[in-house]
């Protein structure tokens, strides 16, 4: 997947699984399955923030920063622990976008429509689930669009793509 097919896009290894569905999901599956979505990007993105204050950073912002450090620390340890319980799927190296996917792996029939479960943070034990249907190989990786995403999720998907895209951006450039 490349910037001008589905628009930013960032690569990351993260475990995932394609599970092809039978029939489609309901509104209510749906609708519960965006609801979940939004929580996970929620949580990722609070996971994903770190602020560096510097020691010209007051008191309170010094200790609200050890604060935030010590949570993450152990939503860290928490989510090590669900990970455990639950044992995720090997991790590939994949191309997010706000539409789409593309990893490589077994070849996926084209038009089948499937859900895939997506890791993108190693504390959250919960996964993206995300209704797409395949468009077959392209260069060798699967290629699938995202279906039914609500507006709300939509949007953030593009805020969490986005700030990804920059931080890649920016670290190759330093």
């Known amino acids: ?58 008191p309170v912002e010094q200790e609200m920063e ?25 991790a590939v190296t994949v191309a997010l976008s706000a539409t789409g996917l593309s990893w490589r792996g077994e070849a996926l029939t084209p038009g089948a429509q499937g859900l895939i479960a997506l890791w993108l943070h190693r504390a959250i034990a919960t996964p993206l689930k995300l209704p797409a249907v395949a468009a077959g190989l392209v ?10 995403l609500s507006a709300p999720f939509q949007s953030e998907l593009e805020r969490h793509v986005f700030l990804h895209h920059r931080r890649a951006v920016a670290g190759a450039r330093s």
């Open 1 to 58: 997947m490349n910037d001008s097919d589905q628009g930013l896009s960032y690569a990351a290894k993260l475990p995932l699984s394609w599970m092809t569905l039978d029939s489609a999901l309901d509104e209510i599956q749906l609708e519960a399955m965006n609801d979940d979505n939004l929580r996970v990007l929620a949580a990722t993105g609070v996971l994903m923030e770190h602020r560096q204050r510097g020691e010209d950073a007051s």
């Open 66 to 90: 050890r604060l935030h450090l010590k949570i993450n620390l152990l939503l860290d340890m928490v989510g090590s622990l669900a990970a455990g319980q639950r044992p995720r799927p090997a």
């Open 139 to 148: 260069d060798g990786q699967n290629q699938v669009s995202f279906t039914h």
